[in-house]
């Protein structure tokens, strides 16, 4: 898991509650990232980090927000969790560099499994 | 192959076997593939990569061939083995301010003892 470590790994809350996610990285990777999978989609990038404080959206951003304090965690935040948002999480980082990452595999977590009730 | 549906197509291999997977990517942009395995319960775990000016490579018992003439991926495993069941993905990769990739749903390959 690339010294990866996500928490919790399973969650049930109920609609209406904010929930946050954490990503915890070992190896000082600068660029990190926050997907979704779900049945019939592929991975779904929400926010991404470029370094301590720099974060961007993704294509499915809304209702999510993202901090990173320190270049070893990522925290992802449902502000509100809907039932949309039950899905399986995953953060990842890349070890691509100054570039982004490009034209370089993404290292991934074992996830968190989130059910909005 | 790629699937829309939810549920996703399903490869069976005899133990032993070789194992082919494939992938139609849609960009004709993108100059960098991967290929995933996730095992149930885990993250995607990275496989084998290409870049666009290559057709083949070849890792460990892993072949990937790259036709961009047709926009098509595969991905060949030799000798196929119980531990190689999983759901296989790829991805394409865009260049682009930040890691564009796409991601494709999966196929599930099955190996049979």
């Known amino acids: 898991d690339a010294g990866i470590t996500q928490s919790p790994r399973h969650k049930v809350t109920e609609t209406g509650t904010p929930v946050t996610l954490r990503c915890h990285q070992t190896e000082n990777h600068r660029y990190m990232y926050w997907y979704r999978q779900d049945p019939g989609h592929g991975l779904r990038l929400i926010h991404y980090?470029?370094?301590?404080?720099?974060?961007d959206k993704g294509e499915v951003s809304d209702g999510y927000s993202v901090s990173r304090s320190k270049t070893e965690d990522f925290l992802l935040t449902l502000e509100s969790a809907t039932s949309s948002q039950t899905s399986v999480y995953f953060c990842?980082?890349?070890?691509?560099?100054?570039?982004?990452?490009?034209?370089?595999?993404?290292?991934f977590g074992n996830g968190t499994r989130l059910t909005v009730t | 192959g790629e699937s829309v549906g939810l549920h996703l197509p399903t490869l069976s291999v005899q133990e032993g076997d070789n194992s082919i997977i494939n992938c139609a990517y849609s960009n004709s942009a993108s100059d960098y593939f991967i290929w995933y395995k996730q095992e149930s319960g885990k993250g995607p775990q990275f496989i084998i990569d290409?870049?666009?000016?290559?057709d083949k490579r070849q890792g460990q018992r892993v072949t990937v061939l790259l036709n961009k003439t047709v926009k098509h991926l595969s991905l060949q495993i030799a000798a196929t083995q119980p531990g190689d069941s999983a759901v296989y993905f790829c991805?394409?990769?865009?260049?682009?301010?930040?890691?564009?990739?796409?991601f494709g749903i999966g196929t599930k390959l099955q190996v049979i003892p």
């Open positions: 290409i870049r666009s000016n290559m």
């Open positions: 991805a394409e990769n865009t260049s682009g301010g930040y890691q564009k990739v796409t």
């Open positions: 990842a980082i890349s070890v691509g560099g100054d570039r982004g990452g490009y034209n370089s595999p993404l290292h």
């Open positions: 980090s470029y370094g301590v404080k720099d974060t």
